[in-house]
């Protein structure tokens, strides 16, 4: 994921999107927690990746603060 973030960082400023975009991370964790198989780990996978999209945004900042 991480990896991905600069490629990420550079169509969000070439189209000018925001790196939050709470529509599309709401998006994102429901469709990925379809493929889900032990639904008693839903709140779990949920609250992973929620972390992991605030981790992937930290990065974005520091990246567009650097210019990147």
Same mark, same amino acid.
Not at 12 to 32: A, C, F, H
Not at 45 to 64: D, F, G, N, P, R
């Given at each position: 994921?991480?990896?991905? !973030?600069?490629?990420?960082?550079?169509?969000?400023?070439?189209? *000018?999107? +925001?790196?939050?975009?709470?529509?599309?991370?709401?998006?994102?964790?429901?469709? *990925?927690?379809?493929? $889900? +198989?032990?639904?008693? &780990? &839903? +709140?779990?996978?949920? #609250?992973? &990746? %929620?972390?992991? &999209?605030? !981790?992937?945004? $930290?990065? #974005?900042?520091?990246?567009? %603060?650097?210019?990147?």
């Amino acid at each position: 994921r991480m990896l991905m !973030v600069k490629k990420i960082i550079q169509y969000k400023k070439e189209y *000018n999107i +925001p790196i939050y975009d709470s529509s599309r991370e709401e998006y994102l964790i429901n469709q *990925n927690s379809t493929y $889900l +198989p032990d639904t008693s &780990l &839903l +709140p779990y996978y949920q #609250q992973w &990746l %929620k972390e992991t &999209l605030a !981790v992937s945004k $930290l990065y #974005q900042s520091h990246l567009i %603060k650097k210019d990147i």
